[in-house]
């Protein structure tokens, strides 16, 4: 699997579109250059990349990246999205000056490139437009050296300037009047080419609509409520992306949460480059959980007859029992021959071979590694999704692992899709005795299967009813 990149994603339905650092320095991807920032305040030149005082965060959980630095009198904050309109796309960023007096700001192209320099309102690498300044800069620079900050602090005089380096140090640098408390925006075009503008704030407002009719959960810990957050939308933008594993576990997240359309997205990308090359083992097994899952919730051909058969070969010794009797249950609906290689292959192997799933301490080690700066946005949530419900054939589990911290606390989840349909459930504690209230919905491709719910708090208990409530004993609650 590729490296995670050092910084976070902003992109669109059509997946990431450049990476925002810590220090809120952009990078487009697929481009060697990148895009960083400084403020001139009242004491002296402030670089982002080089002060402490910077704080990095995500607007509201979605793929909107602010960022403060703090100087004299307050901060200046930078929020970075990716913007589209019609066949441009772009990333927008905007700069705030929330101290009371004006500052400067510079802008400046730095990384690998052979020929850089500042043209009317344009920062250019090559002949490509990096930077739209929507203005003409009062101060400009190109440097060969890379060492464009020194021409900042010595103050660059307005008009355009190119910079040319065999090395491919070359760099250019714009620097711009910051009002208070006024936005200033620039565009960095997707390939160098029209600009387009938005603000970040109805980016992150378009993204909220999006996820707001997906499945919810308000669970007892304030962080994996944030990582579920953090989640849906890490899971739409993986979701248009090119890394097969990655958006192959976005479709099986986006399905659990009722966004199967989205998920639709995720397994296009999987199935385009699983045509393309053989994938790798772990990334074979997740295809294939990825395509049942497309049966199992939404009632839609999984496309699974085709391409089992060298998924399974692809998987080898990486195929566990879970994954297995997925894929079985759907071949068995939609290519019974090819069904019986399956359940075959279910009964030979080891009963203790399963994907492991994250309770406890590894729910908490994945809930962080979601909402650190830059880690995995989909481990918190599909970890959650792992403590929350278990699904068998004959069967639905809620609650199949209770973490220690959420014990005596209560949590309320809304609209999971499973292959049993729509499931709703309340916990409530009436001292050491857990109280389920729960409802199942015929999934709208067929009716509701009379299978017994069960909890892993009680495994004593079960229901076949659709909706009811329960006073459960102790059970398994430690």
Do not use: Y
């Not at 920062?123 to 050296?145: C, H, M, N």
């Not at 760099?171 to 711009?176: F, I, M």
């Not at 603000?199 to 007892?220: D, H, K, N, R, Y």
């Not at 998987?315 to 879970?322: F, I, K, Q, T, V």
Request: proline share 8%; with cysteine; charged share 20%.
């Amino acid at each position: 699997m590729p490296e995670r990149p050092a910084g976070e994603f902003v992109g669109d339905l059509e997946g990431p579109v450049a990476t925002v650092g810590a220090d809120g320095t952009v990078e487009p991807l697929g481009s060697p250059w990148r895009v960083g920032w400084a403020v001139g305040a009242e004491d002296r030149w402030h670089v982002a990349a080089q002060e402490a005082a910077v704080r990095t965060r995500l607007v509201d959980d979605m793929p909107v990246v602010a960022t403060a630095m703090k100087v004299p009198g307050g901060d200046v904050v930078q929020q970075v999205a990716a913007v589209t309109a019609g066949a441009r796309r772009g990333v927008v960023v905007e700069f705030v000056n929330e101290t009371p007096v004006p500052v400067s700001l510079a802008l400046a192209v730095t990384g690998s490139a052979k020929r850089a320099g500042v043209r009317g309102s344009q920062l250019l690498v090559g002949d490509l437009t990096a930077v739209e300044l929507g203005r003409v800069p009062g101060g400009a620079a190109a440097v060969s050296d890379g060492q464009v900050w020194n021409e900042v602090r010595s103050g660059p005089p307005p008009g355009d300037c190119q910079a040319s380096s065999r090395a491919g140090l070359a760099a250019a640098v714009a620097v711009l009047p910051l009002a208070r408390n006024v936005p200033l925006r620039v565009c960095l075009p997707a390939d160098g080419g029209a600009s387009v503008l938005g603000s970040p704030g109805q980016v992150a407002a378009g993204w909220q609509a999006m996820v707001a009719g997906a499945a919810s959960a308000e669970l007892p810990d304030a962080t994996a409520v944030r990582a579920w957050r953090r989640g849906i939308p890490a899971s739409i933008l993986a979701a248009g992306g090119a890394e097969p594993e990655a958006a192959a576990r976005a479709a099986i997240v986006l399905d659990q949460v009722g966004l199967p359309d989205e998920a639709d997205r995720a397994r296009a990308v999987v199935a385009d480059a699983v045509e393309r090359s053989r994938p790798q083992p772990e990334v074979a097994v997740v295809v294939l959980r990825a395509l049942a899952s497309r049966r199992l919730r939404a009632g839609r051909d999984s496309g699974l007859a085709e391409c089992a058969g060298p998924l399974v070969a692809a998987a080898g010794d990486r195929l566990d029992r879970l994954t297995l009797e997925q894929a079985a249950a759907v071949l068995g609906v939609e290519a019974p021959a090819v069904a019986r290689d399956a359940h075959r292959l279910l009964i030979e192997t080891p009963r203790d071979s399963a994907p492991g799933t994250a309770t406890g301490d590894g729910l908490a080690a994945a809930v962080r590694d979601s909402i650190t700066f830059g880690g995995d946005g989909l481990a918190g949530i599909e970890a959650a999704l792992d403590c929350l419900a278990a699904e068998a054939p004959d069967h639905l589990v809620v609650l199949p692992a209770l973490p220690g911290d959420w014990k005596g606390a209560p949590l309320d989840v809304r609209g999971l899709a499973t292959r049993h349909g729509l499931l709703s459930f309340s916990v409530r504690w009436h001292g050491s005795r857990p109280a389920l209230l729960w409802e199942r919905v015929p999934p709208t491709h067929r009716p509701l299967s009379p299978v017994p719910l069960r909890c892993g708090l009680d495994q004593s208990w079960q229901s076949e009813a659709p909706a009811g409530e329960a006073l459960l004993g102790p059970g398994n609650v430690a």
